[in-house]
C-alpha cells in the first residue's frame, strides 16, 4: 500500500515536466513578432554612415593617396579623432603633434602641424600612413601584419584625419586645450 501511494506521488511530480509537451502549451518566446533573422532586414536611414562597413579596399599607402575621406570633419569625428590620436599618435608625435614627445627626435617622427602634413599630403595619404605605417612608424590598419590590439577601424582612421587636419594646429596653439579633456 504505501509503496503504491509513493509511486503515486512520484507520477504526479513528472506531471509538469510533461505540460511543456502538450500541443496546446505555449511559449513566452513564440509570439507574433519579428525575431532576428527574420524578414527583410530594415534599409539604413538616409545619409546614415555604415560604422563598420567600410572596409580596407586598397593595397598600399599608394592607392590610399586618391581616397575620398567619407567621414565629415564634424564635432564629434573630431572629438574621436582626439582622443584616438593621444592614445596611438601623441607618443611618437607629440601631443601637440609637434614631434616634442620625449622619443619623437630619436625616431624621426615628424611634425603633423607642418605645412607638409597640413597642405602637401592628401588626407587619403595620411589614411593610408595611419593604414600601413611607414619605415618605422607601425601599421594601424594592416590586415595579417601583426596588428590586431593596436588596429584602428577604417572610420577610426579617418576620425584621426579629420582631428589631424582640422584641429591638432588649433589645439597646439592654446596648449591649455591640447592637455585639456
Ligand atoms: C612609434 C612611433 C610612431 C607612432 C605611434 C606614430 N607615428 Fe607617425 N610617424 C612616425 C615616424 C618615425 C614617421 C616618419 C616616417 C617613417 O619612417 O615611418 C612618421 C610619419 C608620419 C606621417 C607622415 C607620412 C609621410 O608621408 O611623410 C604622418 C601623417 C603620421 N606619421 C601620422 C601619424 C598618426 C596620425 C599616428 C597615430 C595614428 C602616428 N603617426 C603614429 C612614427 C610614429
Redesign the pocket.
Known sequence: MKLRYLAFIGAAALLPAQVYAWPWSTDMMNQPSIKPQEGPPAPFPSRSVPVSGIPTMVAD?QEAESLKNPIPATPESIKTGRN??KI??????GLTGKADSP?SEK????D?TSD??QGM?SEG??WG??TF??????A?GKPGAGGGSND?SPEE?WH??NY?RNQLVKDGAGTATASAE
Not at 596611438?88 to 608625435?93: K, M, T
Not at 625616431?107 to 615628424?110: H, S, Y
Not at 605605417?133 to 607601425?138: D, L, R, S, T, Y
Open positions: 599607402r584616438l590620436f596611438y599618435c601623441a607618443a611618437c608625435h622619443v625616431i624621426g617622427a615628424i603633423l607638409y602634413v599630403l595619404w595620411i600612413t595611419i605605417g611607414g619605415a618605422i612608424m607601425p594601424y584602428l582612421r584621426v584625419v589631424v
